[in-house]
């Protein structure tokens, strides 16, 4: 009879909870926001830390299902962040924001209406970005993934890191006034990757912190919380099968929710996997032979003039696989320049990384995970990121699935989770 009513039960909850996840995909169907202009500039410190300044402007197309936007929180790296400011006066408030990953929390002076388009710019010192001897003994790997925006599009997205002492880059980018230079747009939940190569000898890059590898705080509670709800409770058994199933339960409405969404082929999101593959990017390159703006001579291997810091290139072109011949692509394999057939001041610059194979999937336009206009961001930077994109954010209730589970079955460990 027991087991009869425990079955029931379970059924029962089963079907709650699929129907909540499938009202929750279906009440959201609208963005509540969109990014204009999300800027980035990055300088690397001589102790390999790096200065990241923000500019970002944000529109509020929906004040009413969610109210005003009133703070947001944007990823960043890791948790290392050494230093932050607010750089416009609209910020009343900055501070690290720990939420199932590492963030920026940024709370405006006053409330954003639809229709609003609020600028914002911070700045944060942010170190355990780079791995040494990752592709290449000798050479060291910065690798930045911005924060990306589960439910928001991003207009127009510019990367602009320091030139100075960069061997190679990837993926291939203008180099404007001293700054490796890349732009692109983003739908929701896609990711922008890039990686620059330096000599070891060219910072203070310091191997503890290079191998150093952080675990994300969700992963420390989640096994403190196991052990404490399934292996100390009195009824064991009942409770292992009863988490199980919340999590069989969220797969499956995930799963549903996203096969309901794929009708709209225009909206990607992207993930990153753990299999990797290797590219490589040749790229032909003429100096000017002094420098346009002061008339010094360009130095060996300097991109840029010592003297004044205008930029010497004067073009790139990649070269497509197809129009080299075996021989050349032999010749030109290691991450370096190679003088080009005795023409003067220009050369072959080979850049090889090893970059995460990309899986896309679509989306419907709704909130990711059932969330209601929600601001959440995350960024990765080398093996040292361990985090996860978390719903709700930007100071908006969402109706989120860990949210719904802590409520409905007051499990210790998702209790652990509530938002702060």
């Given at each position: 009879?027991k087991?009869?009513?425990?079955?029931r039960?379970?059924?029962?909850?089963?079907?709650?909870?699929?129907?909540?996840?499938?009202?929750?995909?279906?009440?959201?169907?609208?963005?509540?926001d969109?990014?204009?202009?999300?800027?980035i500039?990055?300088?690397?410190?001589?102790?390999?830390?790096?200065?990241l300044?923000?500019?970002?402007?944000?529109?509020?197309?929906?004040?009413?299902?969610?109210?005003?936007?009133?703070?947001?929180?944007?990823?960043?790296?890791?948790?290392?962040?050494?230093?932050?400011?607010?750089?416009?006066?609209?910020?009343?408030?900055?501070?690290?924001?720990?939420?199932?990953?590492?963030?920026?929390?940024?709370?405006?002076?006053?409330?954003?209406e639809?229709?609003?388009?609020?600028?914002?710019?911070?700045?944060?010192?942010?170190?355990?970005?780079?791995?040494?001897?990752?592709?290449?003994e000798?050479?060291?790997?910065?690798?930045?993934t911005?924060g990306?925006?589960?439910?928001i599009?991003?207009d127009?997205?510019?990367?602009r890191?320091?030139?100075?002492?960069?061997?190679?880059?990837?993926?291939?980018?203008?180099?404007?006034n001293?700054y490796?230079?890349?732009?692109?747009?983003?739908?929701?939940?896609?990711?922008?990757?890039?990686?620059?190569?330096?000599?070891?000898?060219?910072?203070a890059?310091?191997?503890?912190?290079?191998?150093r590898?952080?675990?994300?705080e969700w992963?420390?509670?989640?096994?403190?919380?196991?052990?404490?709800?399934?292996?100390?409770d009195?009824?064991?058994?009942?409770?292992?099968v009863l988490?199980?199933?919340?999590?069989i339960?969220?797969i499956?409405?995930?799963?549903?929710?996203?096969a309901?969404?794929?009708?709209?082929?225009?909206?990607r999101?992207?993930?990153f996997?753990?299999?990797?593959?290797?590219?490589?990017?040749?790229?032909?390159?003429?100096?000017?032979?002094n420098?346009?703006?002061?008339?010094?001579?360009?130095?060996?291997?300097?991109?840029?003039?010592?003297?004044?810091?205008?930029?010497l290139?004067?073009?790139?072109?990649?070269?497509?696989?197809?129009t080299?011949?075996?021989?050349?692509?032999?010749k030109?394999?290691?991450?370096?320049?190679y003088?080009?057939?005795?023409?003067?001041?220009?050369?072959?610059?080979?850049?090889?990384v090893?970059?995460?194979?990309?899986?896309?999937h679509?989306?419907?336009?709704?909130r990711g995970?059932?969330c209601?206009?929600?601001?959440?961001?995350?960024?990765?930077?080398?093996?040292?990121?361990?985090?996860?994109?978390?719903?709700?954010?930007?100071?908006?209730?969402?109706?989120s699935?860990?949210?719904?589970?802590?409520?409905?079955?007051?499990?210790?460990?998702?209790?652990?989770?509530?938002?702060?």
């Amino acid at each position: 009879m027991k087991n009869s009513i425990s079955l029931r039960y379970l059924l029962t909850l089963i079907m709650a909870l699929f129907f909540v996840g499938i009202i929750c995909q279906a009440v959201q169907a609208e963005n509540l926001d969109e990014i204009r202009k999300y800027e980035i500039t990055a300088d690397v410190n001589d102790d390999a830390t790096v200065n990241l300044k923000y500019h970002i402007e944000w529109e509020v197309l929906d004040s009413e299902s969610e109210g005003p936007l009133e703070w947001v929180k944007i990823g960043i790296p890791n948790s290392n962040v050494e230093d932050y400011e607010a750089l416009s006066d609209n910020i009343s408030d900055i501070e690290y924001y720990d939420d199932g990953g590492s963030y920026m929390r940024i709370d405006f002076d006053q409330e954003y209406e639809e229709g609003d388009i609020v600028k914002f710019d911070f700045s944060i010192v942010q170190n355990n970005m780079y791995q040494m001897n990752l592709n290449e003994e000798g050479f060291t790997v910065y690798t930045f993934t911005p924060g990306w925006f589960s439910e928001i599009v991003v207009d127009s997205m510019v990367i602009r890191w320091k030139a100075d002492q960069v061997k190679d880059w990837s993926p291939a980018c203008l180099v404007d006034n001293g700054y490796n230079t890349w732009e692109t747009s983003l739908d929701e939940g896609e990711k922008f990757t890039v990686t620059l190569t330096y000599p070891n000898e060219a910072f203070a890059f310091d191997s503890e912190v290079s191998d150093r590898y952080e675990e994300s705080e969700w992963d420390d509670e989640w096994d403190e919380s196991w052990d404490e709800e399934f292996w100390d409770d009195d009824d064991d058994a009942g409770s292992l099968v009863l988490g199980g199933a919340v999590w069989i339960i969220f797969i499956a409405v995930s799963i549903i929710a996203r096969a309901m969404q794929s009708n709209n082929q225009y909206d990607r999101g992207a993930g990153f996997g753990d299999r990797t593959e290797t590219k490589v990017t040749r790229t032909k390159i003429t100096y000017h032979t002094n420098c346009p703006n002061c008339g010094a001579p360009r130095a060996e291997g300097k991109d840029a003039c010592e003297y004044c810091g205008t930029n010497l290139i004067k073009s790139e072109e990649i070269l497509k696989e197809e129009t080299l011949t075996k021989e050349e692509k032999k010749k030109y394999t290691g991450n370096r320049d190679y003088a080009y057939g005795g023409v003067p001041d220009t050369f072959i610059r080979v850049h090889t990384v090893h970059v995460p194979v990309t899986h896309t999937h679509s989306s419907h336009g709704t909130r990711g995970g059932g969330c209601a206009h929600s601001s959440c961001a995350c960024a990765c930077a080398s093996c040292a990121c361990a985090c996860a994109c978390a719903c709700a954010g930007g100071g908006r209730a969402g109706c989120s699935n860990k949210d719904f589970y802590k409520k409905a079955l007051k499990l210790r460990m998702l209790e652990k989770r509530s938002r702060k």
